[in-house]
């Protein structure tokens, strides 16, 4: 009697746990279902990027130079050392202005870098300069500067400069927007300073 009831007891459990394992297999499949109708309607294959910003160009617009010292200062010691600006147009339409000067020394390039950083509001970026061989001939930094008053722009607005040194040569590229700046640094990266005297070619001729 209590053998038969043994088997009673163990027959009930396996009927429930079938019935429990059944129970379970059929919730998943239309989850299975679900998850395959999903992976059937996503794309296959890479995701397509999105076209890259299309690369900025510059035109030179003008040439300028003078001295550093004022020219009723015939005692100044730099008075010999000429500068030279270039007025340059972005393709969307902005000014920027590159200048160049060649100091006798690298000691005096690094202290007209010092200048310029006392003079910033915020240093933005500032890092090493090297050269192809990855030794240090300078330093380069970016900055934002306060309006200058009674000054045109870019200088009667807050404004940007992009300065560095280069053995002793010091350059600078001033402009309202950063990212105008950022471009032409790029540019300069990829074709050299001594690339903007060919620029004059890049503007379009007036029509007739």
């Not at 459990?13 to 379970?24: K, N, P, S, W, Y």
Request: aromatic share 8%.
């Amino acid at each position: 009697m209590w053998k038969t009831h043994q088997r009673t007891k163990l027959r009930v459990r396996f009927i429930t746990g079938l019935l429990a394992l059944l129970a379970i297999v059929s919730a998943a499949v239309p989850a299975r279902q679900t998850l395959a109708k999903q992976e059937a309607s996503a794309p296959s294959g890479p995701q397509a990027i999105p076209a890259s910003k299309v690369p900025a160009t510059f035109a030179l617009e003008g040439i300028g130079d003078g001295i550093l010292c004022p020219s009723t200062n015939l005692d100044c010691e730099e008075h010999d050392i000429l500068w030279k600006r270039f007025t340059l147009v972005a393709s969307d339409g902005h000014t920027l202005y590159l200048k160049s000067i060649p100091f006798p020394s690298i000691e005096r390039s690094k202290r007209q870098f010092a200048l310029t950083i006392k003079s910033a509001e915020k240093i933005v970026r500032r890092n090493v300069e090297s050269n192809s061989k990855g030794e240090q001939v300078g330093e380069r930094a970016v900055g934002l500067f306060p309006k200058i008053k009674d000054s045109k722009p870019p200088w009667g607005v807050p404004y940007y400069e992009l300065f560095w040194t280069w053995g002793p040569n010091y350059l600078e590229i001033t402009g309202e927007h950063l990212d105008d700046l950022l471009a032409l640094e790029q540019k300069l990266k990829e074709e050299g300073v001594n690339a903007v005297w060919r620029w004059h070619e890049r503007i379009p001729s007036s029509p007739d």
